[in-house]
T-cell receptor, first 114, second 112 residues
């Protein structure tokens, strides 16, 4: 039973536009959420995170929004660049930040077209 | 500074064969992890080692064993490979279980 779901396997956007990647979760005990980015033939790399006490966290072009009542988070990339083309995974854990119980979504492949 | 390295990059096994996936990190991290990633599914934790000398089961440990050989190295062993273990395996490391983990490039395993 997947507790973290990314329902869009792929997303294509034009360079300079906004990319919005979505993630839903079912476990109401999750209180820490992360996004990872993965290029082909490489491992995932940490991108941005958010604690459940916040509803927004921003880092440069990347912003993560958390809607606890809807059990939904999203990653906004503005403006999108071709180098952002990658697979994006969302992840969540129950105990603040804890790698031992982290659950990952299946990923969304973002393609940014020049 | 190579970060997290994994060997081999790709391996084909026959059902019932055994093999060990190797992982090493040069960042002096205390914690290390093994994940598997299957099509349409997220990464799932197989085993982890919070510190040198300790190992614990993750979400999907059945069919696997691990060894934390020293602080740098964490190996994953398949004693009798099954087609269900066809997957991409990622090793990761971090300072503690509560800090960012850094992933290796992955090992693609095919069990026929």
């Amino acid at each position: 039973d997947q507790q973290v779901k990314q329902n869009s396997p792929s997303l294509s956007v034009q360079e300079g536009r906004i990319s919005i990647l979505n993630c839903d979760y079912t476990n109401s005990m999750f209180d820490y959420f992360l996004w990872y980015k993965k290029y082909p033939a490489e491992g995932p790399t940490f991108l941005i995170s958010i604690s459940s006490i916040k509803d927004k966290n921003e880092d440069g072009r990347f912003t993560v929004f958390l809607n606890k009542s809807a059990k939904h988070l999203s990653l906004h990339i503005v403006p999108s660049q071709p180098g952002d083309s990658a697979v994006y995974f969302c992840a969540a854990s129950e105990q603040e930040y804890n790698n031992n119980d982290m659950r990952f979504g299946a990923g969304t492949r973002l393609t940014v077209k020049p | 500074n190579a970060g997290v390295t994994q060997t081999p990059k790709f391996q084909v096994l026959k059902t019932g064969q055994s093999m060990t996936l190797q992982c090493a990190q040069d960042m002096n991290h205390n914690s290390m992890y093994w994940y598997r990633q299957d099509p349409g599914m997220g990464l799932r934790l197989i085993y982890y080692s919070a510190s040198e000398g300790t190992t614990d089961k993750g979400e999907v440990p059945n069919g696997y064993n691990v060894s934390r050989l020293n602080k740098r190295e964490f190996s994953l062993r398949l004693e009798s490979a099954a087609p269900s273990q066809t997957s991409v395996y990622f090793c990761a490391s971090g300072w503690t279980v509560q800090e960012t983990q850094y992933f290796g490039p992955g090992t693609r395993l095919l069990v026929l």
